[in-house]
Structure formats: C-alpha cells, structure tokens
C-alpha cells in the first residue's frame, strides 16, 4: 500500500488551486462513501445483538479507517478545519501501521479452521509491529526504517492472504463470492502499484488509490454481506428444525395427568431452552395401579431431546412388568445401551398399588425421592440407586417397598431443582426442599408444586431476569385421605 505523503513541506497557505480542489473533492465524495459503508456496517451488526460473527464489525472498523485517513491527506480539506498538518500526519500514520488489523481480524472468520493459527500469528506481529511505529512516530525516530518496514509487512500480508484464500483451500470451483473479492483485489493492485509508481516518479499523475480501494470494498462488501445472509438463513433452518423438535418434545409428554380416585397429581416441566433432555410419563394400568417414571438426559438442546424421544418409545412397552420397577429400569436400559456414547440417563419409577395399598421404587443414579406427611409435614428421603442408563448393559437394579398411608406425599424431581444456584453460587439442596415441604405440607399437590418451583426461582434470582441453568421436572403424587 501506499505510504501517507508527508505534510510537513505543504506551505501553510489556504489557496489552492481549482485543479486541487476537484480533486480533493472527488476524495471527498471517495471518503463519504466509505465512511457511509463502514458506519452501516457497524451499525447492522450492534442493531444484531445476539450474533456471534464480528465480520461485519472488522469490515465497517476497516472501511471507517480508510475514509478517515483519506479525509486527513487532503491538504485543502485540512485548512477549511484547521488541522495543523503536523497532527494530521501522526494521525495518518498511526492509521496506515493499524487499519491492516480489523481486514485480519475479518479473514480470521473467513478462513478455515487450519489457517487460523498463521492468521493469529500475523495479527501478533502487526499489532507488535503498530505499537512501536506509532512511539517511534511520536517520537521522530527513524521514520524511514518504520514506513520501509511497514510497506513490507502489508506486502507480506496480502500476499499470504490470498495464498491461504485462493491457493490452498479445498479443491474445485472458486466459490463466487471469493471470486468477487479476487477480482476486487487485482483492481486495488493496479491502482495501488500506479500510486507507488507515480510516489517514485516512473509515471506521472496523481494519488488515485482510494478508487481502487472503493472497488476493493465493494467486493469485500459482497463477501461479508453473502456470509451474513447465509448465516442468517442457516440459523433460520435451524431455528425451524428447533420449533419441529420442541412439537415433537411436547408431543410426547403427557397430555394430562391420570385421574385416579383417592389420588391427586401435579406435574411441571420447565425446560432450560426450546427443547430438553428432561421426561416424564405414566403408565395406567388396570384396577388402581399407577407407575410413574421422571428421566433427566444428560446434557441439553436436541440431542438430549432425541434421547429423551427414545425413552417414551421404550417406556411405553414396559406394562407387562410395570409392577417391578427394577424389571421397568433394566428394560429401559438394555433399551437404550449402545444408542449413545457421550449421554447417559438418570431415572426414578415409582409403582403404586392403591388397592393393595403399596409403593415400589427404584432409582437409576437419580436423586432421592422425598416422602412428606401431610398430616404433620414429617419428610424423609428414600433412595434405592443402581447404575446409569445407557451405560451398562448388563446393569442391574432393586427396589424397595412401601407402605402406602393415607396422606402420603411422594415427591419425584430431577436434580435441576436441587442445583438450583443463587447469585453465590449456593445450590437451592436437599435439605432446603425437605425444609420446604415441611413448612407447607398443607398445600394441595398443583399448589405446592407452584410455590416450590416459585421459591426455587426466587432462589435462584429468575424472577429478576437470570437465565435457568437447567432443565427442571417435579411430579408430586398424593394419596388422600378417604372419607
């Protein structure tokens, strides 16, 4: 690129002749327009608030750069504002060692994975390189050295770029948005070769380099505004796919809770995002026998959501032993052995008899399930835990039994209740839900199942707007007193 012409040798005069002046105006028109672009640019990607891609950022800073730099080398301009061209100078100086980090900043997002060390690596050098140039500048130490050493490390760079962009890149045809640029990049060339030419007095004519610069912007523009759009349809498709899997989730949920006589049920789902790993169903089965199953998947989004899908299919085929709850948990998980590698599924399933006036229960690395009085609010935790699901294939489980009361609260739960974390970073815990339980154990089963998930966000400070940092079930099954 060319160097900024020194300033320090304009007379300090404010006549200029009406040849310098069109010209001046036509780097204003020039400058305008950059500065247009650049601050559109930025302006786009501040107005988008939640993406991750900052080509849009690096390309208006780039553009923003230039057009200042153009402004600031146009001596008629400079005495219209009064800019001592001894400050302009520093000022372009100090743009041309640095606007060469925003452009690389920008390919550092273009280019593939593999490359994106030797981009970093040239980032390193050139900021290395633009702090010391400035002090030198500031201080007037060997200016020649710094600008010979400049023009090297932009030659340098270019080349390199368009190395990693054109040369070594997948084989077949040039995408068409690279294309652009590559065209965009030889016109910029030329001009900026003829500005060198004319800086050594081979060709004669003025500095015409920003015309070559626009057309370079362009092309670049076209490059960052096809990768914008294509993220944005990619992250529409995506979030499409996501509305089909949260139908898909919801759909396999229960509709409603079964309606038992001398039973009440209450069950809430609260999902971290669109869709979750948590699940919970029940199977109804003939006379008053009841079984209930909560499962967490590890992990969250789609994946543990495809899992969780995966179980409702093998929960589904159980009845035959939904009597035994170590039967129901071995099922699920020869069910779901070597589906998965990097998830695994912790399970509760409880079996009620009402007639026979029982409660199996088994676990599978899941957290304890909670017994309450609701005569005198008297709660304990049972806990019968075998392996993971979806580990082990040869895993075994037990369970316990339990006499069914009148007025016995059974609570199951997945453990985003209990992780529940304050700003301290303390989890909500057992003992608080056991505390909890026993100070309202007056409360209907949907009742209390409202206000616990209410205190726990409380807890939690999502009731001031902090994010859930995972999902949460809680089923609470009563037996009530018969009259």
């Keep these: 690129m060319l160097q900024p012409a020194s300033l320090a040798n304009l007379a300090a005069t404010s006549t200029f002749s009406n040849a310098e002046w069109r010209w001046t105006i036509l780097a204003i028109g020039i400058g305008a327009i950059l500065l247009t672009i650049g601050f559109l640019a930025v302006g786009v990607f501040l107005f988008r608030k939640q993406t991750t891609d900052r080509t849009l950022l690096y ?180 979030q499409k796919e996501l509305e089909i899997a949260e139908q898909i989730q919801t759909s396999i949920l229960p509709r409603e809770v079964p309606r038992l006589a001398g039973v009440e049920i209450a069950a809430r789902y609260l999902p971290m995002s669109a869709v979750a790993g948590d699940f919970y169903d029940f199977l109804t089965l003939e006379g008053r026998k009841l079984g209930i199953l909560v499962a967490d998947v590890t992990g969250h989004g789609v994946p543990a959501a495809l899992i969780a899908s995966m179980l409702k299919v093998a929960f589904a085929v159980q009845t035959a032993h939904a009597q035994n709850p170590e039967r129901v948990l071995i099922g699920l998980n020869q069910a779901l052995c070597g589906k998965f590698e990097e998830h695994f599924v912790t399970a509760v399933y409880l079996y009620a008899d009402l007639d026979a006036k029982i409660v199996r229960y088994a676990g599978a690395g899941h957290p304890p399930l909670l017994l309450c009085s609701r005569s005198n609010g008297a709660t304990r935790s049972i806990e019968q835990n075998g392996l993971f699901l979806g580990m082990f294939p040869d895993a075994a489980y037990s369970s316990i039994e339990i006499p069914l009361r009148q007025d016995d609260r059974y609570v199951l739960y997945t453990d985003g209740l209990l992780e529940s974390a304050n700003a301290k970073g303390e989890e909500f815990g057992l003992p608080r839900c056991k505390q909890f339980l026993e100070s309202h154990f007056r409360l209907a089963a949907a009742a209390l199942a409202d206000e616990l998930l209410s205190e726990i966000a409380q807890w939690s400070a999502r009731s001031s707007g902090r994010a859930q940092e995972d999902d949460m079930t809680l089923i609470v099954f009563d037996c009530q007193r018969q009259s």
């Excluded at 593939?112 to 002090?135: C, K, N, S």
């Excluded at 990693?164 to 040039?174: C, E, K, M, S």
């Excluded at 016109?187 to 370079?216: C, K, M, S, T, Y």
């Design 59 to 238: 390309f208006g800073i780039y553009v923003i750069l230039y057009a200042v730099r153009v402004f600031l080398r146009e001596p008629p301009l400079l005495s219209v504002l009064s800019i001592s061209p001894a400050v302009a100078g520093h000022f372009i100086r100090a743009i041309t060692f640095t606007f060469a980090l925003p452009l690389l900043f920008l390919f550092l997002e273009v280019v593939q994975t593999r490359w994106r060390p030797v981009i970093l690596w040239m980032l390193g050098v050139q900021l290395v390189f633009a702090t010391f140039a400035i002090l030198f500048d500031l201080l007037g130490v060997a200016p020649r050295a710094v600008d010979i050493t400049n023009s090297l490390l932009v030659l340098a760079s270019w080349i390199l770029l368009i190395v990693l962009l054109f040369v070594f890149r997948p084989p077949g045809r040039l995408p068409r948005e690279l294309r652009v640029v590559a065209v965009g990049l030889v016109v910029d060339g030329l001009f900026v070769l003829h500005a060198n030419l004319a800086g050594l007095a081979v060709l004669r004519g003025r500095d015409v380099e920003p015309i070559g610069f626009l057309v370079f912007v362009f092309s670049l523009g076209y490059l960052v505004a096809h990768r914008v759009f294509a993220k944005e349809e990619s992250l529409f498709a995506i």
